[in-house]
């Protein structure tokens, strides 16, 4: 008995584990005096690209996203300045979102059960995906969502580095009684929370917009997403299910996590659609992974 409390004890919070890697992965201060300038009307692009060379691998990573087909840059971005001007500040603030937690990712400690190549390929389908999908169903919302889906899984990725034990745990529970636990609901029963509900919390923690907190929050559960927010979430939610079978190149939903009819409904879209944004994205998603891995880009 003494053991089983002594194991219940030592499982983490929700609290605790946002506390303990909201530190592990401090977003960078230069970040936090960009995202002000980004939203103070008066402030100059010079100013910005002043700001921002401080940092100049995030510069790389910004500047390479930019200009990848998956982000849909008409144009070459080959600087802050251009970026602005032709991608806007909303979209240069996402740039920047994406580019720094990227970076940050890679102080998580190694293991073999996710490994940030596979995390990142994932996450890039997801991301384009949303974006092609939110381009045919609601435009406004393809930069919002392309930097949802490259992030809705990092709950996840935080699991399986800092609680590796419990995620494998939920992960095997999830496999051998997949008609009484779904993952996130196997996460739940091990850890009282499940990724979702650890990546919106990390998200809110580190004061990222609401949108994207409720897309990180919600894309299991798009059906209990805010009203404001229910649109977003709906697409990281159909193009999560879309990356799974894009990686699998099938073409078969049975063989990835189960869409919410409604979501479908609301979205107005059609089964061929959805199989042709896959081949879509299996055509553009190598640009996303330049993201990374610079020597994609070359």
């Given at each position: 008995m003494?053991d089983l409390?002594?194991?219940?004890?030592?499982?983490p919070?929700?609290?605790?584990?946002v506390?303990?890697t909201?530190?592990l992965?401090?977003?960078?201060?230069?970040?936090?005096?960009i995202?002000r300038?980004?939203d103070d009307?008066?402030?100059?692009?010079?100013q910005?690209?002043q700001?921002?060379?401080?940092?100049p691998a995030?510069?790389?990573?910004v500047?390479r996203?930019?200009?990848s087909p998956?982000?849909?840059t008409?144009r070459t971005?080959?600087?802050?300045?251009?970026?602005i001007?032709?991608l806007?500040?909303?979209?240069?603030?996402r740039?920047?979102i994406?580019g720094a937690?990227?970076?940050?990712?890679?102080?998580?400690?190694?293991?073999?059960?996710?490994?940030?190549?596979?995390?990142w390929?994932?996450?890039?389908?997801?991301?384009t995906i949303?974006?092609?999908?939110?381009e045919k169903?609601?435009?406004a919302d393809?930069?919002?969502?392309f930097?949802?889906?490259?992030l809705h899984?990092?709950?996840?990725?935080?699991?399986?580095?800092q609680?590796?034990?419990a995620a494998?745990?939920?992960?095997?529970s999830s496999?051998?009684?997949?008609?009484?636990?779904?993952?996130q609901e196997?996460?739940?029963?091990e850890?009282?929370?499940?990724?979702?509900e650890l990546?919106?919390?990390l998200?809110?923690?580190?004061?990222?917009?609401?949108s994207?907190?409720?897309?990180l929050?919600?894309?299991h559960?798009?059906?209990?997403?805010p009203?404001?927010?229910?649109?977003?979430?709906a697409?990281?939610h159909?193009a999560?299910?879309?990356?799974?079978?894009a990686?699998?190149d099938?073409?078969?939903?049975?063989?990835?996590?189960p869409?919410?009819p409604?979501v479908?409904?609301g979205l107005?879209?059609q089964?061929?659609?959805?199989m042709?944004?896959?081949e879509?994205?299996?055509?553009?998603?190598l640009?996303v992974?330049?993201l990374r891995?610079?020597?994609?880009a070359?």
């Amino acid at each position: 008995m003494g053991d089983l409390e002594q194991t219940r004890v030592s499982k983490p919070t929700l609290n605790s584990l946002v506390k303990s890697t909201g530190q592990l992965l401090a977003i960078p201060r230069v970040v936090g005096e960009i995202m002000r300038l980004l939203d103070d009307p008066n402030s100059s692009q010079a100013q910005l690209a002043q700001l921002l060379a401080q940092d100049p691998a995030l510069v790389a990573i910004v500047l390479r996203l930019a200009n990848s087909p998956a982000f849909a840059t008409a144009r070459t971005v080959d600087s802050v300045d251009r970026a602005i001007m032709l991608l806007g500040r909303a979209n240069v603030r996402r740039l920047v979102i994406a580019g720094a937690l990227t970076q940050a990712s890679g102080k998580l400690p190694n293991q073999g059960m996710l490994p940030l190549e596979l995390f990142w390929r994932h996450s890039s389908y997801c991301a384009t995906i949303a974006r092609l999908l939110a381009e045919k169903t609601s435009p406004a919302d393809a930069g919002a969502v392309f930097l949802g889906g490259l992030l809705h899984d990092l709950g996840l990725l935080i699991l399986f580095t800092q609680e590796p034990e419990a995620a494998h745990k939920a992960f095997l529970s999830s496999l051998s009684e997949p008609s009484t636990f779904s993952p996130q609901e196997a996460e739940r029963s091990e850890l009282g929370f499940d990724h979702a509900e650890l990546g919106g919390a990390l998200a809110e923690h580190w004061g990222l917009p609401h949108s994207l907190c409720a897309c990180l929050r919600f894309h299991h559960a798009p059906l209990d997403a805010p009203e404001e927010f229910k649109t977003p979430v709906a697409l990281v939610h159909v193009a999560n299910t879309l990356a799974h079978l894009a990686e699998l190149d099938s073409r078969d939903l049975r063989d990835a996590p189960p869409l919410e009819p409604q979501v479908l409904e609301g979205l107005g879209v059609q089964p061929e659609l959805l199989m042709d944004l896959i081949e879509k994205a299996q055509y553009q998603v190598l640009a996303v992974e330049a993201l990374r891995s610079p020597e994609l880009a070359d």
